[in-house]
């Protein structure tokens, strides 16, 4: 008869042995790979205020580790989610457009990534992250939404080091 050997602990993972054989009347040793599972979540912004101009977005990462501190392994789910779910206030998308007040991201390389902005009222919003599977396993971080400036122009260049310099009339 071939065994298996199943082995689970809460935090660390769960995981199985190759299949092995035992004769009557003897032992045998089986090693067990655990699979180690989310346990802390360390959720960072690319910026911590965005104008509130409807087009403006940043990004938003959740670095994913497991018991032992390394990167969790790819594709585990992190889900991202508002806490002020106004429309006016900031949405979450995975590319440069909005998508809604929640998203689903499978990680790669001990990461998931989301953006969020695209808000139209200034004020602040709080952005959680937190493994779909274990909720308990989250982070968050605010971003302020900062009123655009009226009749500001904003100049910008592709050459490094170039500075803008000018006068405006009426």
Do not use: C
Request: no cysteine; hydrophobic share 40%; glycine share 12%.
């Amino acid at each position: 008869s071939a065994y298996e050997v199943y082995a689970s602990k809460d935090l660390f993972g769960s995981g199985y042995s190759p299949a092995f054989g035992v004769s009557p009347g003897s032992t045998a040793t089986a090693n067990v790979a655990i699979f180690l599972v989310p346990a802390a979540i360390d959720l960072t912004a690319d910026n911590g205020s965005i104008l509130a101009d409807g087009t403006a977005n940043t990004g938003v990462t959740a670095h994913v580790y497991d018991v032992l501190g390394g990167p969790i392994s790819d594709g585990y789910v992190v889900n991202f989610s508002l806490t002020n779910v106004s429309p006016a206030s900031g949405s979450l998308g995975s590319g440069n457009s909005p998508a809604g007040n929640s998203l689903a991201v499978a990680t790669s390389n001990g990461q998931a990534k989301a953006r969020f902005g695209w808000a139209s009222a200034p004020g602040m919003n709080t952005i959680t992250a937190s493994y779909a599977n274990d909720p308990r396993v989250n982070a968050s971080v605010q971003i302020a939404l900062d009123a655009p400036v009226q009749g500001a122009q904003f100049i910008s260049s592709d050459i490094p080091g170039a500075m803008a310099m000018g006068s405006a009339y009426d």
